[in-house]
Every structure is written in structure tokens, then in C-alpha cells.
């Protein structure tokens, strides 16, 4: 089946550590995004890539860090100058181009500091 | 700069009553998204609209795009405990390519 896989589900940070979260999608879709939700809140964009080897920031990219090496991998770093990380962290997909394509999100992973 | 917000927030409904929730842009949409989530899943691509003044249906899910092509809703016809999740509705970023700005969501729950 064709999907977007994010893992782990639940990843827990200690202070002063760098943790990456993974997101591979065979969708063989152009575009690739990552979003971060807290609590009865909405998604807020942290950085897209709309083709490989190229990203830009969302709103909220502070203390955050991506990479694009490959189409179907866009894993997000959480560093340690990310304050706040507990939250749910979502990664999509779509085939890019222009606002009119839907995306298409993984399961999730669940940020927590120990 | 732009922003999407939904009202209500929150809604409580008893099965079998209807349901609605706006979402206003402060800017004028190419387009319109919404997405259903479910309690602690992920975002699902329900519809999409277009057109000024566009209404689609999804058996009992009315979608409408208002003619200025600021706002749209969603309403639900005589809920179903299935219906209980957060919707959003969500427009794409002034020159932003194919970038979406999510709405703050409205969070429905169904008694029954």
C-alpha cells in the first residue's frame, strides 16, 4: 500500500539532546512537509520541501532542522535549542506544484521530554 | 499576516442533531481544504473547493465556498458518534506555493 510512515511513535528527549524523527512516504510525491501540534491546537507548518535537496522554513522552524538527500525521506531533527518540543509531530506529502493537491499525512510521533 | 480561523472551537452535539463550523480567512482563497481528524489519529483530505459560491455534498457532509472566497463551512446532517473529531479547514499562503495555513480547528463530540 502507498502511504507516508513516520516512526517512532513515541520518542521521549532528554535535556540537551538532538533527536530525529523519521518520515518515508512511496507516494512518489514531489512535495514533503512537517507540522507540529500541541494540544487542541491547529498544525503549525516547521519546514516543506517542495523538491529533493531543497527546503525551506515554515512558521515555526527555531530549533529545528531538516534534510532532503532523497525523494522519499524528509526526517526532521529536534535539537536542543527547541525549548518546548513535547508535542505531535505530523509529516505529509503531497505532489507539490500548487496549493490544489491534497496531503497527505503520516501516523504521527509523540514528542515528550523526560 | 494570514491567518484561518474556525469557530466554534468546541461543539457538543447529541447524536442525530446537526452540526456546522465556519472557517474565515483574512485573506481571499484560491481554494479551500478540509480535513477530518480523528481522536488520536492524523489528518484526513475530505474536500476540496474552488469556485466562488461552491457547494459539494458528501452524504450527509454539506461543504460550501462563500462567494467572496474568504470563508466556507461545513455542515453535518443528524451526527453520528462517527462524526466525533477535529475539523480543519485549510487555504494556501499568499505566494506560497503549495503551502497550506490549517485553521484552528473546531473539535466535535457526539453523545449519544
Known amino acids: 500500500d502507498g502511504g507516508i510512515t513516520q516512526s517512532p511513535k513515541y520518542l521521549f528527549r532528554k535535556e540537551g539532546q538532538n533527536v530525529t524523527l523519521s518520515c518515508e512516504q512511496n507516494?512518489?510525491?514531489?512535495?514533503m512537509y512537517w507540522y507540529r501540534q500541541d494540544p487542541g491546537q491547529g498544525l503549525r507548518l516547521i519546514y516543506y520541501s517542495q523538491i529533493v535537496n531543497d527546503f525551506q522554513k515554515g512558521d515555526i522552524a527555531e530549533g529545528y532542522s531538516v534534510s532532503r538527500e532523497k525523494k522519499e525521506s524528509f526526517p526532521l531533527t529536534v535539537t536542543s535549542a527547541q525549548k518546548n518540543p513535547t508535542a505531535f509531530y505530523l509529516c505529509?506529502?503531497?505532489?507539490?506544484?500548487?496549493?490544489?493537491?491534497?496531503?497527505?499525512f503520516g501516523d504521527g510521533t509523540r514528542l515528550s521530554i523526560l | 499576516g494570514q491567518q484561518v480561523m474556525q469557530i466554534p472551537q468546541y461543539q457538543h452535539v447529541q447524536e442525530g442533531e446537526d452540526f456546522t463550523t465556519y472557517c474565515n480567512s483574512s485573506t481571499t482563497l484560491s481554494n479551500i481544504q478540509w480535513y477530518k481528524q480523528r481522536p488520536g489519529g492524523h489528518p484526513v483530505f475530505l474536500i476540496q473547493?474552488?469556485?466562488?459560491?461552491e457547494v459539494k455534498k458528501q452524504k450527509r457532509l454539506t461543504f460550501q465556498f462563500g462567494e467572496a472566497k474568504k470563508n466556507s463551512s461545513l455542515h453535518i446532517t443528524a451526527t453520528q458518534t462517527t462524526d466525533v473529531g477535529t475539523y480543519f479547514c485549510a487555504g494556501p499562503l499568499t505566494g506560497g506555493g503549495n503551502k497550506l495555513t490549517f485553521g484552528t480547528g473546531t473539535q466535535l463530540k457526539v453523545e449519544l
Open positions: 507516494l512518489n510525491h514531489d512535495a
Open positions: 473547493l474552488v469556485k466562488s459560491g
Open positions: 505529509a506529502s503531497s505532489t507539490g506544484g500548487t496549493s490544489y493537491q491534497p496531503q497527505h
